[in-house]
């Protein structure tokens, strides 16, 4: 079966450090891509997407993310954290063509240490 | 411009009790989807519908049922709730057209549901 797997549940980083956020995928086909951002009590906001065009998407809140297809990689990086971006970051994955449907990483916690 | 919007926010039932969540949409999309989420398990899809009248099984499906009697509202219904049905519950939508959004997904803030 197709999967997302996101690496690491929790990371944590210093204000000002990288954010680097790690996304593989299971597919022979190149799916479209995303990464959703989820604030405490909230729902799911889009981040950025990949749908077959550049390669290196960048998304809102200075994040982006690099299509690799050699890897079937798609890893969400920021230069400089800052203490807004505390949140729940999901990788998803969609393939079937005709709904939409999307797969969910497990997600990973990210906290921001001042 | 509300988005999309899900009632109740929150919800405590006993187990073998009923009950539908509702979603509304104002943005015209054809595609509605109905989600849970459990800690260590990301979003896993129960139902979802790819237009008026049609509904379709996803990852999750047992123990709920889904209408989509108008384009805009989603419902999810639960025929008698278990405990293992306690999760947080979200609906999204989706344009369904060709174009610079296709494919994104647009969330409901969620349902907090415990069954005791």
């Known amino acids: 079966a197709q999967s997302v797997t996101q690496l690491g549940s929790h990371v944590s980083v210093s204000e000002g450090a990288l954010v680097l956020l790690r996304c593989n995928y299971s597919?022979?086909?190149?799916?479209?891509l995303f990464w959703y951002v989820q604030y405490p009590n909230q729902g799911l906001q889009l981040l950025l997407k990949y749908t077959s065009a550049a390669t290196l998407v960048k998304g809102i809140n200075g994040f982006e993310a690099e299509f690799k297809k050699s890897e079937t990689s798609f890893h969400l990086t920021k230069p400089s954290a800052h203490m807004s971006d505390a949140a729940e970051y999901f990788c998803a994955v969609s393939w079937v063509f005709g709904n939409e449907k999307l797969t969910f990483g497990t997600g990973t916690r990210l906290t921001i240490i001042p | 411009n509300a988005g999309v919007t899900q009632t109740p926010k929150f919800r405590v039932l006993k187990t073998g009790q009923s009950m539908t969540l509702l979603c509304a949409q104002d943005m015209n999309h054809e595609y509605m989807y109905w989600y849970r989420q459990d800690p260590g398990m990301g979003l896993r899809l129960i139902h979802y519908s790819v237009g008026e009248g049609t509904t379709a099984k996803g990852e999750v499906p047992d123990g709920y049922n889904v209408s989509r009697l108008k384009k805009q509202n989603f419902l999810l219904g639960l025929e008698s709730a278990a405990p293992s049905q306690t999760s947080v519950y979200f609906c999204a939508s989706s344009s369904g057209l060709a174009g610079v959004h296709s494919y994104e997904q647009y969330f409901g803030p969620g349902t907090r549901l415990t069954v005791t």
């Open positions: 597919s022979s086909v190149p799916p479209y």
